[in-house]
Nanobody, 118 residues
């Protein structure tokens, strides 16, 4: 089994920065894809930034140039550095992982709230 634990959410003013962390534990050897999705009230969950395989990462167009995905293989942790935050970035951010990238990952964290005030 795989467990994903997120941290780093919070309240920030527009233009500010936050860094989210997601630590994976359990049967993680087969996790080839790991990253972040988000869901705002009344909207569908969407991909934010994901390592699809190896070092390749996909970003949502809305966050390109502002968010950076990185990882620490030793700590089995991925990070999402979010800069120049906008009110429309406000959502619950979920860490997700799976063996292969399909866009519908099997393993999910509990979510962490990010609120950007204007």
């Amino acid at each position: 089994q795989v467990r994903l634990v997120e941290s780093g959410g919070g309240l920030v003013q527009a233009g500010g920065s936050l860094r989210l962390s997601c630590a994976a534990s359990g049967t993680i050897l087969r996790l080839n894809t790991m990253g972040w999705y988000r869901q705002a009230p009344g909207k569908q969950r969407e991909l934010v930034a994901v390592f699809t395989s190896g070092a390749s990462a996909n970003y949502a167009d809305s966050v390109k140039g502002r968010f950076t995905l990185s990882r620490d293989g030793v700590k089995n942790t991925v990070y999402l550095q979010m800069n120049s935050l906008k009110p429309e970035d406000s959502a619950v951010y979920y860490c997700a992982a799976d063996r292969l990238f399909t866009g519908s990952p099997h393993y999910w964290g509990q979510g962490t709230q990010v609120t950007v005030s204007s």
